[in-house]
T-cell receptor
Framework: DVKVTQSSRYLVKRTGEKVFLECVQD?????MFWYRQDPGLGLRLIYF???????EKGDIPEGYSVSREKKERFSLILESASTNQTSMYLC????FGTGSNQPQHFGDGTRLSIL | QKEVEQDPGPLSVPEGAIVSLNCTYS??????FMWYRQYSRKGPELLMY????GNKEDGRFTAQVDKSSKYISLFIRDSQPSDSATYLC??????????FGKGTMLLVSP
């Protein structure tokens, strides 16, 4: 079974801090994704990566950056955390390519609170 | 117009009922259609995926796609309390990215 592991289930940080969210997958997937999930807004794509050191902006990249130094690890960085970044953050991975043979597999999320 | 529309619910049904969950979409470029189930405090898990118009069955679940109407459905037969969750439709665009509906919360009472 594919396992996507997010380093923290719950995290509390202060405004202005630099925050790192880590995600590791164990299935040698090329694609990795970061989403945030908010009530009433659903899942929104922040960034994704289809290879090591590659990154692409999603729908809401502002205030975030990412790092992918190794294939199995994809980090989301909040450069200067703000209260409007309080959210559930979900990481996902999939094999390269389009189509239903390569579904995205999700971690259980990090609930981040910015005070 | 939002790309994917999905009624947020909650949808409350008694155990054993047939459940119908639906999404409509506006972009005809979407080619692959998925349903995810998300339990409280967990990540989404893939339930069903389809490519072409028509039906696909997997146990108690049936996914239906009507590309001409831009309408997708998930049917759950003999619903169980363990089916209580939020159901998300997801449509695939380029680079394997997905556009999600906002999810429908389903509550199945014993």
């Amino acid at each position: 079974d594919v396992k996507v592991t997010q380093s923290s289930r719950y995290l509390v940080k202060r405004t202005g801090e630099k925050v790192f969210l880590e995600c590791v997958q164990d299935m040698d997937h090329e694609n990795m994704f970061w989403y945030r999930q908010d009530p009433g807004l659903g899942l929104r794509l922040i960034y994704f990566s289809y290879d090591v050191k590659m990154k692409e902006k999603g729908d809401i990249p502002e205030g975030y950056s990412v790092s992918r130094e190794k294939k199995e690890r994809f980090s989301l960085i909040l450069e200067s955390a703000s209260t409007n970044q309080t959210s559930m953050y979900l990481c996902a991975s999939s094999l390269f390519g389009t189509g239903s043979n390569q579904p995205q597999h999700f971690g259980d999320g990090t609930r981040l609170s910015i005070l | 117009q939002k790309e994917v529309e999905q009624d947020p619910g909650p949808l409350s049904v008694p155990e054993g009922a047939i459940v119908s969950l639906n999404c409509t979409y506006s972009n005809s470029a979407f080619q692959y259609f998925m349903w995810y189930r998300q339990y409280s405090r967990k990540g989404p898990e893939l339930l069903m995926y389809t490519y072409s118009s028509g039906n696909k069955e997997d146990g108690r679940f049936t996914a239906q796609v009507d590309k001409s109407s831009k309408y997708i459905s998930l049917f759950i037969r003999d619903s169980q309390p363990s089916d209580s969750a939020t159901y998300l439709c997801a449509l695939e665009g380029g680079y394997s990215t997905l556009t999600f509906g906002k999810g429908t919360m389903l509550l199945v009472s014993p």
